[in-house]
């Protein structure tokens, strides 16, 4: 008896028996699992547990990361429902793209008073109970595309936006900054349409623009749509209308593989970048600093920029047109 307990204090003692590891659950929660964009989200979220768990291993501490979303991107009820769910397992902290600025306000407040640490990534919440907003300047975005927009049409034409969703913020800020320079840079461009709103799926997109298109394609010079699935679906829809290929001049928001290929092949201008990749990496490494009682800052901007045919293949933006998703997602 002696021998053992001898024995077990010296493994205590060297370290090489400790109490059970700590794990911080960090729940992951896009407004939707499908696009690319949650994907680099995702991937940076793994991206960043790596680190983390190579950092945290001496203290016993390892961060797994639980991925869950809504299954449509118009779903707020189901999204709070997600949250709620992650609340009752007790999680340690939430990275939350909240899919409306009102609606996930009570559940994020409720997380934080159970005194779990919510880090918002990508679109803004009408709250202050978050620890921290990790997103892109999306108004800024939306000025890039409108600025490119009016050079490539020589300041004058017929221009169509089409919107995401009601209630998206990220989106709605882009749609703001997009319509503010126009209005003031380019007072000869005439907004034919700005009241539109794609939908949540590339297939509602689709159909919206095919709309559009049919109403307006006989006049309509320039096009900015404000998310991927927005500007994939009216990708889609010009191809369709033989408006493609310069036709009409078409800026997005977003990289994909739609439109990252329709960039190669001429249909788009160009599109406005963000890293959805730093949003995942910079959320959980945020959320953690906050579990852990560290002070973290109440904004972090992870970049904006935009992408032509001449600027494509430099390394910076060729990884941000395609992330190492590969590299992280199993």
């Not at 002696?2 to 960090?26: E, N, P």
């Not at 907004?191 to 006049?219: C, F, M, P, W």
Request: glycine residues 10%; positive net charge.
């Amino acid at each position: 008896m002696k021998k053992i307990f001898f024995t077990l204090c010296l493994l205590a003692s060297t370290g090489l028996m400790r109490a059970a590891d700590t794990v911080y659950q960090i729940a992951v929660i896009p407004k939707g699992t499908t696009h690319e964009f949650w994907k680099s989200i995702n991937a940076g979220a793994e991206k960043a547990a790596l680190e983390l768990n190579e950092q945290l291993k001496p203290q016993g501490i390892t961060v797994k990361i639980i991925w869950k979303g809504p299954l449509r991107e118009d779903d707020r009820d189901q999204q709070i429902s997600v949250v709620q769910n992650f609340i009752g397992r007790k999680v340690n902290g939430i990275v939350l793209a909240p899919l409306d600025k009102k609606a996930l306000v009570g559940a994020v407040e409720e997380a934080v008073a159970a005194k779990i640490p919510v880090v918002v990534v990508d679109s803004g919440l009408e709250s202050k109970a978050q620890s921290s907003f990790v997103a892109t300047d999306n108004t800024e975005g939306g000025r890039i595309a409108a600025r490119n927009l009016g050079r490539v049409l020589g300041g004058k034409g017929n221009v169509i936006l089409l919107r995401y969703q009601v209630g998206s913020a990220s989106t709605e800020e882009r749609e703001t900054g997009f319509l503010e320079v126009m209005k003031k840079d380019f007072p000869a461009i005439k907004l034919i349409s700005t009241d539109q709103h794609a939908g949540a799926t590339r297939d509602s997109a689709k159909r919206v623009s095919e709309n559009l298109l049919s109403r307006y394609g006989k006049e309509v010079n320039g096009i900015f749509a404000s998310n991927e699935s927005a500007a994939s679906g009216m990708l889609l829809a010009l191809r369709d209308a033989g408006l493609a290929g310069g036709k009409v001049k078409f800026v997005a928001f977003d990289a994909g593989e739609t439109l990252n290929a329709g960039l190669k092949a001429g249909d788009l201008v160009g599109f406005v970048v963000q890293n959805p990749m730093a949003m995942g990496y910079l959320g959980v490494k945020t959320v953690v600093a906050a579990i852990r009682g560290e002070k973290v800052a109440a904004t972090i901007d992870t970049g904006v920029g935009f992408v032509t045919k001449d600027n494509m293949n430099e390394p910076a933006i060729a990884e941000l047109m395609n992330p190492p998703l590969a590299k992280y997602l199993k």
